[in-house]
């Protein structure tokens, strides 16, 4: 690993629904709170619309850790949150095929007003990221072992 791995710091995004977790990012905001700026965050509608390619593809492109913030069974949106949980525990598998830790991929109910919640998942998320290390070292490893010849 070289020097500039080591001293970069994960990129995490942050699927926010607009009526859960965007709102409790907003309030965190609201309140001046610091969190790690490595993060991005994306307001979302519905976290089921995003199949498990869009993750997979995520991790190839660079993004460390991944997490869905969705406003729980509490969504405007009928069947939506089952419909999330299906697709993320259908992504954990295609991400162990592909040598990626499934720790980077975590879904987690914030409320509008869940300031703590919210810097919990994302401190918890930065200190393991920055334990495991970039994603892109468990991709390299899986791709070099498939390239030495049996």
Do not use: M, W
């Given at each position: 690993m070289d020097k500039n791995q080591k001293t970069q710091k994960p990129k995490i995004l942050i699927l926010a629904t607009i009526s859960g977790g965007y709102a409790g990012a907003d309030?965190?905001?609201?309140?001046?709170?610091?969190?790690?700026?490595n993060t991005y965050i994306l307001p979302?509608?519905?976290p089921s619309m995003f199949p498990p390619k869009f993750y997979l593809d995520s991790f190839e492109k660079g993004v460390d850790g991944i997490i869905v913030m969705y406003s729980g069974t509490d969504s405007p949106y009928k069947g939506g949150s089952e419909r999330a949980a299906l697709l993320i525990n259908q992504t954990y598998p295609l991400m162990k095929d592909r040598g990626i830790d499934t720790r980077r991929l975590?879904?987690?109910?914030?409320?509008?007003?869940?300031t703590k919640p919210?810097?919990?998942?994302?401190?918890?998320m930065n200190e393991l990221l920055q334990g495991i290390?970039?994603?892109?070292?468990?991709?390299?490893?899986?791709?070099?072992?498939?390239?030495?010849?049996?």
């Open positions: 309030a965190v905001g609201q309140l001046h709170t610091d969190y790690p700026s979302v509608l519905c975590k879904l987690a109910a914030i409320c509008t007003v869940c919210f810097l919990k998942e994302v401190k918890a290390g970039s994603v892109r070292n468990e991709i390299n490893a899986v791709e070099s072992e498939a390239a030495v010849p049996a």
